[in-house]
Structures are given as structure tokens and as C-alpha cells.
């Protein structure tokens, strides 16, 4: 049965080009397109558009756009100074690295060989492995430096044509695109570790979505594999296949083959083709997107440039439209000015320590400065922020010069027109050299397959990565007795003493350490109130019992109850799909902070609500959106737009951590794989949403966090990412801001499809509780607590220690595991009754 294809005429009469998944010709003109390699191919030779070769049938899948991004290939991304060492007189490839990249080498060609073996695939019987990394020395030491660095370079580009050749195989595999593959079940039924196999179906290696740009091929009558070009077309790989309309009755074309009765034109589109060079009906342009704005002016860069014109600049950008990079740097220099002068003498030794750290520009890293990169767009200069990956995989694409530190912000700016002759640093040129460096060897001939490899192998690769973990995010836990002050309302009006006649002691708690169980813990010596009268008030909240009008703010009678519109805030209770909102609007904002942003800060608890009130007074929304990332509280920053993005609320199928049989044991290993997973997971738009979820989540994902990550929340939506539109009732615009998928919280929470042994039928089994479990425990207080703190160090502990009580629960286990202290939801609930009752009656907005 014929498919839907594009048939292009080419210069040559009666010779036509066929697509499959292409609405264009190649982007090489047809009599330039290669097909053989010289007698010493290069890596980089693999990255161009080829005709069909048959001892290299996979090279269609060379990714042309690979980043060295995720678990699997991060370990490719190289600083701009080379890991090279000298060692007895020569020069040698890091080697904690070295073993790194072997590893990775020789577990990808043992995944080819285990594939095709389990599945029985058929290949053309020339096919031959290309020159892989390994023929380029970078195990062996070298004499010089540069010849080194050429070997590493040509090295990591040979992994290019090994990784395709991998992708190619698994499509051969049936159902290869299924979120639980059956190449996966057969690589860990060869005791390969379940672990690395999600990790190489979430690389490009085992994804075949458009975002991995592969080099493609055109397919002509020579070719030994048509058999096999359905699974090309299926996972993307441009395809374009040559066929003549009048072939000799002795060479038909492609006789007997999935091409001829899939793709084969109709006489038809021969003659369409012929006549206006393309079968494919004539498409009306598509109307340009509308461009997506504030719906007000962000008054941190309200002030008027003399041009408005160029594109509209990123959102995370803080670049005017129309502002060249010098006019963007006079305003940041001004900016800078301000700040120094206010400046506190242990900020400023921060600050120069950042200095000198820097000053020899070291790569930025996972915990380093966030990198911008200066792209011209339209004759403009176009400042946008880049990933860590980004920022590690262009950083040395920059000469020193071409480079700006800001030690105030702690970021780099990179832009080849600060010094448009400046050439990048001379090692990163040997790559695009022709000849091996001088006393290299020359690349090895095509190798087979190796033999079988171990499957410890693969654990061990796991345990290398192990050894990087990284330290923990500096958290802030907030003081027992401000909790109880400016998050309960605790207020006391004269000695606290009851003055009724026949005031009853209360017993809701019985002694002050039931008292501490309830508020979460506290850390350090008690600095608060008298022990003995805030017990009488936690237990009168938990009993129900009146409070009295001298202990309480949110009592009707206090001498200064609490309101929530007073001269230094401000909050709004707006309503959206039956949810309540509370939009939290700070006034007389004492000066010396950063500028008010555009977006608007928004929570949902409405004991956060009133304890910004109690606490926030005179402070702006950047200050108070930093205290609830530090501290665990939840909270969005919604900016109003006119054309805001889709809520993309449907991203697709939840997948988690991967799936698991029945008998897996897990160990530390798997953790590891876990945690780099999440690590390199961990995108601009997903770590400002989960830095504003607060509870669980938040505090997992602090440890793959740095400080500097906070900057992200308080530059507003990330667009590129997720996230959701919300239009609050009897408005007329929109907000959005960035969210988190069903999927990505259960990747924080490491979630497992268990097979329970009945068919298909899998259960979640979890290193962490999932959110939502979370939130409904006595663990949840709406912020970070010391118990909290104790209770997560302890499951740490236990699950990288290897004892089987660290190992994943169900989400049953889990509700049992937090139980806890049962008062303590009771009380919070009671407080978040009487504040949303506060927040609701009118008498208190004045």
C-alpha cells in the first residue's frame, strides 16, 4: 500500500527524488551529495547529508545537533581549558575522564551487539563499524599538548558515528519508540543495569523526536538495506529516495522491496512533479506568531530608549527592545554604581572573591555564574540566557575577550562583537584540522563489534558518575519562635496572663515538647514567649477553644488584630476555576531594594498570605519571592500578558524513573542514576517551578540546586519551559507562569513503574513521597521545618547506605511513613481556617 510522499523533479530528465517525511530537496545539490570516505575518514565526515552507504547504513542517524546534555553524554562537555596532564615527560587526557569516555564506548557497542544478537536483525553483510574514538589515542599519551587536544577532540566527534550506529539498531527493534521498549526489557535481561538503560533511552541515542537533527540519507538503486528505510522514516531521519521513471527493464527499480511498494509514484505525480518541480500542493504562508508581552511595562526597565524598533528581547533578559549591548551595559554600569554605594563590607568581600574566582575564566559549570549569549537577529544584537549545558558547550567558542564578567550578578555575558577580531583559543581550531596531528596514529581500520561485555560493566559506569555528587543548596529554616509570631499570629498584649474570672488551663498539648511536635520542631534554645503561655495557645487552637483576644491577632478583639490591607501591604483574594488566590501587593517600599518586576506574586495558603503582612511590611515581592525559595513556602509569580503561551497541559505520557520487574533489588547505584537523572533534568523553566513549589519537591531538588539559581524565580517565566495560564474572575487578561508536569514531579520524587507479577499491571514505588502525598501528611506545614530537615537527612542516609529501609516505597508506605505527629495537622489546618476567614471578612481590610 502506497504511503503519503513528496516526489521532486531533479535536473536530470526522467530522475526524480521521493520523500517520505521531507517537504523539500536536500540541502546539497544532488551531483555534490558524497558517498565514499577517503582512505582516513574523519569523524566530522559523518555529519554531512550522503548517499546511501552500505558499510555504514546507520550513519542517517548521526545527530547533527548533538548536545552533550543528560546522564549519558554530559560527561563529553570539556572546559575551555582542556583536562590535559603531564605525566613522565608526556601529555596525557584526564584520567578520571579518559575512563569515563571508555566506559560510555565500549557499553555502546556492547548495546549494538546484545541488540542485535536478541532480535536477530539482519544488516548488509559489508557493514563494518566507523573509525571509532578508541583509533584516535585518547588513552595513550602524547608528546606534545596540541597533539593531545587533537586526539580528545577527534575523539568525542568519533562518538558521533558510534552513537548513530547504536541508534540505528534500536530502530530496527520493534515498537522502539515505546516509553518501556522491548530493547530495554532485552538489555537488562543480559543484566544490564536498569538504570543505564533508561539513561540511553532518555539520550539522543535511544529519542527519536525532531528536537535530535539527524544528518539524513538519500537512499539510490545500489542500496543493500531498502528493507530497512520504513524504520528510518519512522524515527525521523530525512529521507529522500531516488528513482527513475523509465528504469531498464533489467535494473527495475527497487523490485521486490518495502521502497518500490510504499513509495513508488503514480504516474500522476511523475507529471505534477515534471511540471512544477515538486508533487506537494501549494501552501498558503503561515500568519507570523503574535508577539507575547506584558500587558504593563516592567518598571525595572521602564525607562525610555531613543529606539524602539528589533525583536522583542527574552523575557529573562533584561534588555530593552531596540538597546544595543553598549546602551544595556551603560544601564547595567549605572545599576552597579547604586548597589556599591549601599553596599555592606561582607558583600563586598563576596563580591571580590567572586572576582578572583573568575578571573582567569574558568569554565562557568553546574554551580558557577549564568551565562548570556549576545545572537544577532535581524542586524540586532539579541541578549538570551543559556542552559548550564549551553553554557558549558559554547563557552569556549569565546575568546577572553569576547567575555564579560559581572561580579555583581554573577554572570557572564558572551558576545563576539565586544572584540569582533579576536579568534577563539587555538586548541578549539585543531578539530577542524585535516590532518592528524604530527606523531598521532592514524585511525584504526574498521573494527567488528567487540566481544560481549561484562554486564558489571554497566554498574560501574554508574558508579563513576556516583563519585560527583554534589553538595546541598544553603536552605534557610526559619526560628520556632517567628513562626509561631508572624505565621500564627501568635501576638501577646500585657504578660499573657488570663484576667477572666474562671479562665480553664487548656490541655490540648500536654507538655512544651508536644508543644515543639505541633510547631515542627524547633532548632537551637527557645528565644520566644513564655513556654507555658504559647502551650496554652497551640492548645486552645487545637481544641477549638477560644483564644484569647490578648494572645492572638486573628481574634476579632485584639488590640491590633490583623488586617490585610494595611500602609505597607496589601493582599488581593482573587478566585479562579473555584480555587482562591491570594495576590500578595506590597506598598511604600523602602528604598535601596531591586525595582518592583512585572510579574505578580501569588500564593494559595492563606496563612502565607497574612504572615506577609505580619512580616513583609515595606519589602518588595523580589525580596519576599527569595525568603519563600530559601525557606520551602509556595508561591507563582504570574505575569499578566496579552497572548500568553499554551498551559501545554497535556506533555505527555508519565514515565518517572523507568520501569522495573518485580525482582529488582535496589542499590546506592540506582540511586546515583537517579539523582544524576534528576540533575541533568533540571532545566531553566523546571528549576524555577520547582524552587516555587515548596514542600517535598522543593527541598529534593535544592541538592541539584545553586544560590544562583534563585536569580531564575526572580527573573520571571521562562517561556521555552511548561507551564500555565490562570485568568483570575472579572479579568480580561490572562497570566502564566512556569509549572511542573505530572512527569516531571515524578522524576524529582525518583518514580519507579514496578511490574507486580500480574501481566502488565505495574505499581509507583518512589524514593521520595510523591507531592501530593505530601501535602496531605502531618509533615506539611506550608514551609520547610527542623523536623522536616531531621526526618529528610535520616531517609538520605538510609538510602545511600544500601539498608533495605531505604528502599523505594509505594505511595501506601509512604502515607504510613509520614504520619508523624498527628496534632500538628489539626493545628495547621486550624490556622489556615481562620486566616482565610480573616482574609475574607471586610471589616479587616481597612
Known sequence: ????????????????????????????????????????????????????????????????????????????????????????????????????????????????????????????????????????????????????????????????????????????????????????????????????????????????????????????????????????????????????????????????????????????????????????????????????SPVHPDPAIAREVTHRDGPEPHRQSRQLRGETWQEFFAREEEWQRKQEAQETTENREKRLQRVLAHEKHPLPGRRGPFCFAWEEDMGHWMRRPLTR????????????????????????????????????????????????????????????????????????????????????????????????????????????????????????????????????????????????????????????????????????????????????MSILRRRSESQTHYVIQPRSIKEGGEPEPAWDLVVRDPTTALECVRRFGGTGRQAIAKHFALTGRAFATLLPMRNPPPSNANPGPRVGMGWREATWKPSPHDYAGYWFNLRDWMTTSRARAALMSGGIVWRVCLEVLVPEDLQLVLLGPDYAGHGKRVRFDGEQHESWDNTLTEDDMDVISGVYKMYTGSGDQTADASWWPKQSIWQGSSMDLGYWSPQCEEWYKRRRDLITSGQARGAPKTATKWREALQGWKPRKQFINSVQITSASVLGDLSRGD
Open 389 to 568: 549545558g549551553e553554557a558549558d558547550e559554547r563557552f569556549g567558542d569565546y575568546a577572553d575577550s569576547q567575555r564579560k564578567y559581572n561580579c555583581f550578578r554573577n554572570e557572564w555575558d558572551l558576545c563576539e562583537d565586544f572584540d569582533s577580531k579576536a579568534q577563539a583559543p587555538e586548541w578549539w581550531a585543531d578539530r577542524d584540522d585535516d590532518e592528524p596531528a604530527p606523531g598521532a596514529p592514524a585511525p584504526a581500520p574498521e573494527a567488528p563489534v567487540p566481544a560481549p561485555v561484562q554486564p558489571s560493566m554497566y554498574c560501574d559506569d554508574l558508579a563513576l558518575e556516583q563519585q560527583t555528587l554534589e553538595k546541598d543548596f544553603h536552605l534557610v529554616i526559619d526560628a520556632a519562635d517567628k513562626i509561631v509570631t508572624f505565621r500564627h499570629g501568635f501576638a501577646l498584649v500585657g504578660d499573657g496572663r488570663p484576667c477572666e474570672d474562671g479562665w480553664e488551663k487548656i490541655k490540648g498539648v500536654k507538655d512544651w515538647k508536644e508543644t515543639c511536635d505541633t510547631l515542627g520542631g524547633v532548632e537551637g534554645p527557645w528565644q520566644g514567649p513564655d513556654q507555658g503561655i504559647v502551650t496554652d495557645f497551640v492548645g486552645r487552637i487545637l481544641t477549638g477553644k477560644t483564644i484569647p483576644a490578648h494572645q492572638c491577632d486573628l481574634s476579632q478583639a485584639h488590640p491590633a488584630r490583623i488586617s490585610y490591607a494595611t500602609e505597607s
Open 1 to 292: 500500500m502506497s504511503r503519503p510522499k513528496t516526489v521532486f523533479a531533479t535536473p536530470v530528465d526522467g530522475h526524480f527524488l521521493v520523500s517520505p517525511n521531507m517537504k523539500c530537496l536536500p540541502p546539497i545539490p544532488l551531483d555534490q551529495i558524497p558517498h565514499e570516505f577517503d582512505d582516513r575518514p574523519l569523524p566530522r565526515d559523518t555529519q554531512l547529508l550522503r548517499l546511501s552507504h552500505n558499510r555504514y547504513p546507520y550513519l542517517g542517524f548521526v545527530v547533527t545537533n548533538v548536545r552533550w546534555e543528560g546522564t549519558l553524554l554530559s560527561r563529553f562537555r570539556l572546559p575551555s581549558r582542556l583536562p590535559i596532564e603531564e605525566e613522565n615527560g608526556k601529555f596525557i587526557f584526564n584520567k578520571e575522564r579518559a575512563t569515563r569516555w571508555h566506559r560510555l564506548e565500549v557499553g555502546l557497542a556492547g548495546t549494538v551487539q546484545a541488540l542485535g544478537e536478541r532480535f536477530e536483525l539482519c544488516f548488509p553483510a559489508e557493514i563494518g563499524a566507523f573509525p571509532g574514538p578508541n583509533s584516535h589515542g585518547y588513552l595513550e599519551p602524547r608528546e606534545t599538548a596540541k597533539q593531545m587536544a587533537t586526539a580528545i577532540l577527534r575523539a568525542r566527534d568519533a562518538f558521533i558515528p558510534l552513537m548513530a550506529y547504536c541508534s540505528y539498531v534500536i530502530a530496527l527493534t520493534p515498537n522502539c519508540d515505546a516509553q518501556n521498549a522491548p530493547w530495554m526489557k532485552a538489555l537488562t535481561d543480559r543484566e544490564v543495569n536498569p538504570q543505564w538503560a533508561q539513561n540511553l533511552k532518555q539520550s539522543s541515542v535511544g529519542t527519536f523526536s525532531p528536537e535530535h537533527q539527524r544528518a539524513g540519507v538519500v537512499v539510490h538503486q545500489n542500496c543493500h538495506f531498502p528493507e530497512q528505510i520504513p524504520s528510518f522514516v519512522k524515527a525521523g531521519v530525512p529521507v529522500w529516495i531516488y528513482f527513475d521513471a523509465k528504469p531498464p527493464p533489467t535494473k527495475m527499480c527497487y523490485s521486490g522491496t518495502p521502497i518500490r511498494n510504499l513509495y513508488l509514484p503514480t504516474s500522476l505525480e511523475y507529471q505534477q512533479a515534471t511540471a512544477t518541480g515538486s508533487s506537494a500542493p501549494v501552501e498558503a504562508p503561515l500568519p507570523s506568531s503574535p508577539v507575547t
